[in-house]
């Protein structure tokens, strides 16, 4: 019984000995310089680039845009909304008529036609009939018109004077109607011209609100294709209801801008918070048009992701790891994240894997759609915590790489991340710029550099390293220094050398022992098998053998021994069929022509 006290009172002394170490090494991961530009350790090949942060929206808000639609813009409605609209008569399904009635309604409109022929010919009768009666008595009037003139000359001579003075009267009176029927005339043709100017103005009226709404169809085009290929877009936007929307949000919302986004135009800022758009189609029949010209109406519904800035953010970091030679193989840290958050106050991370990242920016300002799930530091990437915490690597696993040597990874400007075979590689420093001095017209100072096979190295501004085979050539921002902090021993440490040799730590197996990385089930498996193992032998060992069992007991440990190494045999096979079938799977995607 002091036996069974003894063993509890160890187990949970060794219980309380892991939790202070785990809570050490949370602790360790929470005091991480975040601020730091760069974060790397040797020991597994990998380098930390800082992003800027990032938060996690918590609310969502969303507005609506609204275009009328006519019969112009068919083409940009849904086809099944366009079909139920009879304008739209392009979209519909065409049905063939019987000939029948086509041959009734041309007999129908022959007999019109003959009935209408026959109606004129009488009337045309009747016209000529009138004509000639109207010549008769012209005729008549001109014989009264000689009888009058004959009677005229035996007027008296004061009578023809008369005459004169009237017919001079007459002459300026038709002088005077000549001149106003010129400026009658005149005016006529000013009035034709203003007519003209009118009537060109009105054209050009008609042709610059065709350009309008021409260019609003081909901006709603482009945003409906945007949209549909999962682009945020606001290019649907007047330029002053833009504005309006910016500003609203801004405002409603109390959104502040950092300083890496302040680089940014704001629009670009607010299309990052998109996070859905939706097009839909309103019906005329479910409104009253005042004008009778509409169809519809096209609304563009905008969803925005609004990050909320008294929330803790998460530092945001890009995971970049360096091939190197491991077992006479080109080897890299397996299964690392392509970005992870780590959030200091929360003691919690976020990971992004290379799936993950459609809907992700990490340039000037971190946004993403979709926020991963958040884990209590301890409890996400066991790996990469561990690298973090500075301590063993004892769930890191390595997998190989199809990379060729030498491979060279720029982590931003004038910082390089290198990996050659196993040789030291002798490079020059050059300066870009010659020195100019009084003894000599032009030198330059040649240094040389010994570059491990796997390194960080910082290139300062105004050189090139010449390498075998490739060139590093310097940062193009001046007078800057490199800081890189170094994870060693439970520690960190600020770097300042330009050469930071990695295979050194990478060549050692004191803190990684570099096990191939096995895929989880199998993994599972092994490991079930081998607690197991160790289950039967404590079992085995600790049972007093009797005198009838002592001569059974090597043959019992004998075939268990033999049904496991069966059993992990039969495991490995399987998993070995399984990956090579993998190694074949093509996936056929849908084409979208035709």
């Known amino acids: 019984m002091s036996c069974i006290i003894k063993k509890k ?9 892991l ?16 601020t730091g530009l760069i974060i790397t350790a040797p020991n597994a090949g990998i380098v930390l680039l800082h992003k800027g942060h990032y938060i996690p929206s918590d609310h969502v808000i969303y507005n609506t845009a609204m275009f009328p639609m006519t019969t112009n813009t068919c083409y940009l409605l849904p086809i099944r909304e366009a079909r139920k609209i009879p304008a739209c008569k392009d979209f519909a399904i ?33 016209l000529e009939k009138k004509v000639n009666q109207f010549q008769h008595n012209i005729k008549i009037i001109a014989d009264r018109l000689e009888l009058g003139e004959a009677r005229m000359i035996q007027f008296e001579k004061n009578q023809m004077q008369l005459g004169m003075i009237l017919q001079q009267s007459e002459n300026l009176l038709n002088s005077t109607i000549n001149q106003v029927n010129q400026h009658s005339s005149t005016l006529e043709a000013f009035q034709k011209q203003l007519n003209d100017y009118q009537q060109n103005l009105l054209t050009l009226q008609h042709r610059v609100i065709e350009n309008n709404q021409d260019t609003v169809h081909r901006f709603l085009s482009l ?4 949209i549909i290929n999962n682009k945020p877009t606001l290019g649907f936007l007047h330029p002053s209801d833009l504005q309006l929307v910016i500003k609203t949000i801004l405002q409603e919302n109390n959104v502040t801008v950092s300083n890496m986004a302040e680089q940014i135009p704001m629009v670009e800022l607010i299309t990052k918070l998109i996070i859905r758009q939706q097009i839909d189609f309103v019906p005329a029949e479910l409104y009253s048009d005042i004008n009778n010209i509409e169809i519809g109406k096209l609304t563009f519904t905008t969803f925005y992701a609004m990050p909320n800035d008294q929330k803790p953010h998460f530092n945001i970091y890009k995971v970049i790891t360096g091939p190197f030679i491991h077992n006479n193989k080109v080897v890299r840290l397996a299964q690392m994240p392509s970005y ?16 993950d990242l459609s809907t992700c920016t990490f340039d000037q300002i971190t946004t993403c759609r979709e926020t991963p799930a958040e884990k209590p530091l301890g409890l996400g990437n066991t790996c990469l915590e561990q690298i973090l915490d500075g301590t063993k690597l004892i769930s890191c696993r390595t997998e190989e790489t199809k990379l060729d040597l030498p491979h060279i990874q720029q982590i931003q400007s004038g910082q390089w991340l290198i990996s050659t075979n196993n040789t030291y590689l002798h490079c020059i420093r050059v300066p870009t710029q010659p020195i100019l001095t009084s003894r000599t017209k032009i030198w330059s100072e040649n240094s040389q550099v010994i570059v491990p096979p796997v ?3 910082s290139v300062p501004n105004g050189t090139t390293i010449h390498c075998p085979g490739f060139n590093l050539p310097g940062s193009i921002i ?5 800081i890189i902090n170094i994870i060693k021993n439970l520690s960190q440490i600020e770097e300042n050398e330009e050469i930071i040799d990695m295979h050194k730590e990478l060549n050692s197996n004191a803190t990684w022992e570099k096990l191939p990385y096995v895929s989880g089930d199998v993994d599972a498996l092994i490991q079930h098998m081998l607690s197991q193992t160790t289950q039967v032998s404590r079992h085995i060992y600790m049972t007093p053998p009797d005198n ?10 004998y075939i268990v021994i033999g049904i496991l190494v069966v059993v992990i045999i039969i495991a490995l096979v399987t998993w070995c069929i399984k990956r090579s079938a993998a190694s074949k799977i093509t996936i056929a995607l849908p084409s979208l022509i035709g």
């Open 94 to 126: 065409l049905t063939r008529h019987k000939r029948l009635i086509t041959d009734i309604i041309t007999i129908g409109t022959s007999a019109l036609a003959l009935g209408t022929a026959t109606a004129s010919m009488i009337l045309t009768k009747n």
């Open 478 to 482: 001046p007078d800057t220094k490199a």
């Open 455 to 457: 390194a960080l190295i």
């Open 548 to 557: 009838q069992d002592s001569k059974q007991f090597p043959i019992l440990h």
């Open 340 to 355: 992870i958050g780590i959030n200091q106050k929360s003691n919690s991370s976020i990971t992004w894997t290379s799936d």
């Open 9 to 17: 009172n160890i187990i949970w002394i060794w219980g309380a000995v």
């Open 223 to 226: 945003a409906i294709h945007d």
């Open 19 to 34: 939790l202070n170490m785990n809570l050490v090494h949370l602790q360790l991961i929470s005091n991480i310089n975040t």
